[in-house]
């Protein structure tokens, strides 16, 4: 017990630590979203000590970015006379010679069977008009925007004098091909699944999939269409409808605005639909006994960002944000009282409020999730508090729970920590405690020859206290929950209420290429505990492991160009045995960069049943 109190008082001190650094220091390495300058502030007390503590010495962030020839000084401030769009096909064109052209007929019959972006696609990103003043940040933020929709590769705006008080812009694009067809047929199925990412150049996706199971007679079937941005709103509309061969499905309709970037004032969503499916409560069991979930949910919510700095310079951009949330779960079919004695599974209705504060921007680098095609990984920090008020199981409960993030460049590479901690108060009890911490790094990149590597980690740890006794309310290592380990399919009992996972890879990319797809080798290990919360995670605890070899193939004319293929190995997965070996596990979405950003409130995330 007193090991426990002494863990939480730990966390709970790292936390109030980052919680006053975010904001009690100051700004003194200022990295530009093209170059890396440097601001000689006059250091606080504390600054002196954070950067002994954190940094050692004072030496400059050489991290590698993109650099940018372009001399803003020249054009901030001119007045913007005209705008010119132009969009060109995926294959044999250049935005940096102008005057390149397809040759090769593959290239050219490509085109031709490619619908071009339409022009309004550019102009519904960008953040500026004609006869406003040249604003370097919304120009930065505007080719941003553009490069986040996946069927265009590339984006560049230009700028030309015109006189001496005006200027011309040019925004200049590639499209990405934007189809994916893709099948599937054995000796009992067949299916094939449809992914266009640019309707006839409106930028609209859809993703539809059919799959037919021969011996049970049944199908699946899928239908996603999304329209990014509704007549220049900036929100996003989607239909979803999926239904498997377990008759399992998922239907909704969401129209969402988020903060797309550090300039915006207003975000918000509204999302309603209703989900069927079965699953097993309780991994103890050797057999597992499978109960009927379906529930309809609404979901509405608001933001407002308050810009709070006056600098102007591409630097940080911070808001004050306030946030409010209404979310109502109604179960249709549930577990029977035997297998959910508490009613864990039972409706529920909340009202929600988050206060925070975001300071951020963006960072054009390479070779992350691609080849060398531009990427942006924001830099910043957030400070938050969420309160609820909830109404589940015939009684009131409220929620008060806090989160802080930042991130940035080190010497050495990038790091992100996030970390959140909050609970229930029921009457006199303080239950349901979470707290989550994250942290990430991404080393700089290497080059050795031809080839360039560059190294992740991640380390995630969830710990709960007084949370409600029923085994949903549980953490697994399972690849179905939240944070499970991938190809971890274990049904022995290993739950607890205290988890850590830890994650590292070594991702490489060549000049090599296969039949247009660059290769790119890379090693992932993973080591994970899972335990009850009286005592260090790691004490008495077995750490079960992962180890896989893989390739990624990325090209750069598709909108999907990043496939893998890969090898796992897992010394032991209790209930299935040792030196178990698979294939296809994982994928890359495990290093998702943090965003911090604040804007719709929610719980800290416990497990899948959240």
Do not use: C
Request: net charge positive; charged share 25%.
């Amino acid at each position: 017990m007193i090991k426990k109190r002494l863990l939480i008082s730990l966390f709970l001190g790292i936390f109030l630590f980052i919680s006053n650094s975010l904001f009690a220091q100051v700004e003194n390495d200022r990295i530009t979203i093209d170059t890396v300058k440097v601001e000689n502030k006059k250091p606080t007390k504390f600054k002196n000590f954070y950067n002994k503590l954190l940094f050692k010495n004072k030496r400059k962030n050489n991290f590698p970015l993109q650099v940018d020839n372009r001399n803003e000084k020249l054009y901030e401030g001119k007045i913007i006379r005209n705008i010119y769009y132009k969009t060109q096909d995926p294959f044999g064109y250049s935005l940096t010679d102008t005057t390149k052209r397809p040759t090769k007929w593959v290239e050219r019959a490509g085109n031709t069977l490619h619908l071009k972006s339409k022009k309004f696609v550019l102009k519904q990103n960008v953040l500026f008009k004609e006869g406003q003043k040249y604003d370097s940040v919304k120009v930065y933020e505007s080719e941003r925007l553009i490069r986040t929709n996946r069927s265009i590769r590339k984006v560049e705006i230009d700028a030309q004098l015109v006189g001496k008080d005006s200027v011309d812009l040019y925004v200049n694009s590639i499209d990405s091909w934007s189809m994916f067809v893709t099948g599937t047929v054995s000796s009992s199925r067949a299916g094939i699944r449809i992914r266009e990412r640019n309707i006839l150049g409106l930028g609209h996706v859809l993703d539809n999939r059919y799959r037919h199971n021969y011996s049970s007679g049944k199908s699946l079937y899928q239908f996603n269409y999304t329209v990014p941005n509704i007549g220049k709103s900036r929100i996003q509309g989607n239909i979803h409808y999926f239904k498997n061969e377990d008759d399992y499905y998922n239907k909704s309709i969401n129209f969402v605005r988020p903060f797309y970037s550090p300039l915006a004032h207003y975000a918000g969503g509204i999302s309603v639909g209703q989900i069927y499916f079965q699953d097993s409560l309780d991994f103890k069991k050797e057999k597992l006994e499978m109960n009927n979930f379906k529930y309809d949910f609404q979901d509405y919510w608001l933001a407002r960002a308050f810009r709070i700095d006056k600098n102007k310079s591409t630097s940080n951009i911070t808001n004050f944000i306030v946030s409010t949330r209404f979310y109502r779960r109604n179960y249709d079919e549930k577990p029977i009282e035997q297998n959910d004695p508490i009613d864990f599974f039972s409706n529920q209705t909340n009202y929600m409020l988050g206060i925070g504060i975001s300071s951020r921007r963006y960072v054009k680098t390479r070779f992350i999730y691609n080849y060398n095609i531009d990427e942006d990984i924001a830099v910043g920090k957030s400070f938050g508090v969420i309160s609820s008020y909830q109404r589940i199981r015939n009684e009131n409960r409220y929620y008060l729970g806090t989160k802080a993030s930042m991130g940035g460049f080190l010497r050495s590479g990038f790091y992100g920590i996030n970390i959140e901690y909050g609970g229930f108060f029921n009457k006199s009890a303080f239950e349901q405690q979470t707290l989550s911490i994250e942290l990430q790094y991404m080393a700089k990149l290497m080059t050795i020859g031809k080839w360039k590597i560059r190294n992740f980690g991640k380390l995630n740890y969830l710990l709960g206290h007084n949370r409600l006794d029923s085994p949903a309310d549980e953490l697994s290592l399972h690849q179905d929950d939240y944070l499970g380990m991938a190809g971890f399919r274990s049904d022995r009992g290993l739950i607890g209420q205290q988890k850590l996972m830890l994650e590292y890879q070594v991702q490489t990319y060549t000049p090599y290429q296969f039949l247009g797809f660059r290769v790119s080798p890379f090693f992932n290990a993973m080591f994970s505990a899972i335990g009850n919360n009286s005592k260090f995670i790691l004490n008495n605890n077995p750490v079960y492991s992962r180890f896989t070899l893989g390739v990624m193939f990325t090209n750069d004319y598709f909108v999907f160009n990043n496939i893998r293929f890969s090898f796992s190995f897992y010394p032991n997965i209790p209930g299935q045995g040792n030196n178990i070996f698979k294939t296809n596990s994982i994928d890359n979405r495990d290093f998702d960069m943090m965003d911090f950003n604040f804007s719709k409130p929610s719980y800290i995330r416990w497990n899948r049943w959240d």
